[in-house]
């Protein structure tokens, strides 16, 4: 939204990159790192429990992503600071997965043939 206000209110090309650029740059500072990601993983999991995280690997329409997390080539780093956190490896695989299969799998079962 913000970026189709920013190129809405700039006058021209040159203005429109100019506010962009600066808009990003804010941005930038903001965009944590596979840290937060697993800070936050941590905290759904605290109040939803384990058997409730799941991550998707969609980066289309991303403005910006975080730090180490540009793209799904990057999951093996999510996936060292879990562990490193001391997450148990079933836990890991749930997180990064196997609890998305579930769904599928539960959501299936009632869609019936």
Do not use: Q, Y
Not at 40 to 54: F, L, P, S, T, Y
Not at 74 to 94: F, M, N, Q, S, Y
């Amino acid at each position: 939204e913000e970026e189709a206000r920013i190129r809405d209110a700039a006058p021209d090309a040159p203005a429109r990159r100019a506010a962009l650029a600066e808009w990003r740059a804010g941005l930038a500072e903001m965009r944590g790192d596979v840290g937060t990601i697993a800070d936050h993983i941590e905290h759904i999991a605290r109040v939803a429990g384990i058997d409730h995280v799941g991550l998707g690997s969609d980066f289309d329409g991303m403005p910006l992503t975080p730090a180490g997390m540009e793209d799904v080539s990057c999951l093996p780093a999510l996936t060292e600071e879990l562990v490193r956190r001391g997450h148990a490896p079933e836990d890991v695989v749930k997180i990064l997965g196997a609890n998305f299969l579930e769904v599928w799998e539960a959501a299936e079962a009632h869609a019936g043939p």
